[in-house]
T-cell receptor
Framework: GESVGLHLPTLSVQEGDNSIINCAYSNSASDYFIWYKQESGKGPQFIIDIRSNMDKRQGQRVTVLLNKTVKHLSLQIAATQPGDSAVYFC????????????FGSGTRLSIRP | DARVTQTPRHKVTEMGQEVTMRCQPILGHNTVFWYRQTMMQGLELLAYFRNRAPLDDSGMPKDRFSAEMPDATLATLKIQPSEPRDSAVYFCASAELGNYGYTFGSGTRLTVV
């Protein structure tokens, strides 16, 4: 049969606006949640992580929010810039002692000038 | 900045041929991962090592794939025999124990014809 490519959800944002990328996770036992950014032709790059006992963590221009009640994770990017164009992956650690993470399917962030 | 080095960057080979991909992790990182990225499956964990010992290779097709760390500066992923469905980008990443901020290499883009 004909194969169907994986269609990444795309978020289009005006340059200078804030971006919010969402992720749903399934494993309530996950201990850490992580966001990675992947630019075209490059490997994923670590952005920020959050432990399951926290609900918010801030970095430089980025904030991660964790809602364990609904198993939802979000990445907020302030004042989005052209260099933020990339695919963003959320990831989780099902086993807290193993340093092993499982990646989600990704969201493509597109910046409008 | 310290980086993970992968070779080759691109590889085109015929079905049935052996393929070896190499990775030099960051000095001092004791955990090394191999991931495969395709449009259909996204980022899949194939195998990972801690202190050169294999911890988990459950994501890897055992009949044709093998991963080794002959020393702390080299990790290899071998496919024998290669098949067209192995076409993907293969990433190596390294990390310190307990650190979820992996450093990824730039990947090896493998095409099997």
């Amino acid at each position: 049969g004909e194969s169907v490519g994986l269609h990444l959800p795309t978020l289009s944002v005006q340059e200078g606006d804030n971006s919010i990328i969402n992720c749903a996770y399934s494993n309530s036992a996950s201990d850490y949640f992580i966001w990675y950014k992947q630019e075209s032709g490059k490997g994923p790059q670590f952005i920020i992580d959050i432990r399951s006992n926290m609900d918010k963590r801030q970095g430089q221009r980025v904030t991660v929010l964790l809602n364990k009640t609904v198993k939802h994770l979000s990445l907020q990017i302030a004042a989005t810039q052209p260099g933020d164009s990339a695919v963003y992956f959320c990831a989780e650690t099902p086993w807290s002692s193993a340093s092993k993470i499982i990646f989600g399917s990704g969201t493509r962030l597109s910046i409008r000038p | 900045d310290a980086r993970v080095t992968q070779t080759p960057r691109h590889k085109v080979t015929e079905m049935g041929q052996e393929v070896t991909m190499r990775c030099q992790p960051i000095l001092g990182h004791n955990t090394v991962f191999w991931y495969r990225q395709t449009m259909m499956q996204g980022l899949e964990l194939l195998a990972y090592f801690r202190n050169r010992a294999p911890l988990d290779d459950s994501g890897m097709p055992k009949d044709r794939f093998s991963a080794e760390m002959p020393d702390a500066t080299l990790a290899t992923l071998k496919i024998q025999p290669s098949e067209p469905r192995d076409s993907a980008v293969y990433f190596c990443a390294s990390a310190e124990l307990g650190n979820y901020g992996y450093t990824f290499g730039s990947g090896t883009r493998l095409t099997v014809v």
